[in-house]
């Protein structure tokens, strides 16, 4: 089956960096654009980031542009979301999603499980 298994959530201090990673099985990872998501209670899903199936594009939302960075590991089957810089703003429950085909553009046909990322004020 389908699996997308999130870590690297957490409590970090404003100002500091975690990484989240978001290890996949169950299909071809390479084949697969990828997408990370957040949503803070209350409110609908935010887009934050998506990589295409090589990694070769990517893009950012405004509200974390030069801060996070999207990768991916094919070897690994795994995707990254390196956030630095991290504002009590940037509280939510983040998401990593597989997109149905090799670029963005439509709704994710899987998601993980979710991890809680907390930036204290």
């Known amino acids: 089956e389908v699996q997308l298994v999130q870590s690297g959530g957490g409590l970090v201090q404003p100002g500091g960096s975690l990484r989240l990673s978001c290890a996949v099985s169950?299909?071809?990872?390479?084949?697969?654009?990828m997408t990370w998501v957040r949503q803070v209670p209350g409110k609908g899903l935010e887009w934050l980031s998506g990589?295409?199936?090589?990694?070769?594009?990517?893009y950012y939302a405004d509200s974390v542009k030069d801060r996070f960075t999207i990768s991916r590991d094919n070897g690994q089957n795994t995707l990254y979301l390196q956030m630095n810089s991290l504002k009590p703003e940037d509280t939510a429950i983040y998401y990593c999603?597989?997109?149905?085909?090799?670029?963005?553009?439509?709704?994710?046909?899987?998601w993980g499980q979710g991890t809680q990322v907390t930036v204290p004020s």
């Open positions: 169950g299909f071809t990872f390479s084949n697969s654009a």
């Open positions: 999603a597989k997109d149905p085909r090799a670029d963005w553009g439509t709704m994710p046909d899987y």
């Open positions: 990589i295409t199936s090589d990694g070769g594009r990517a």
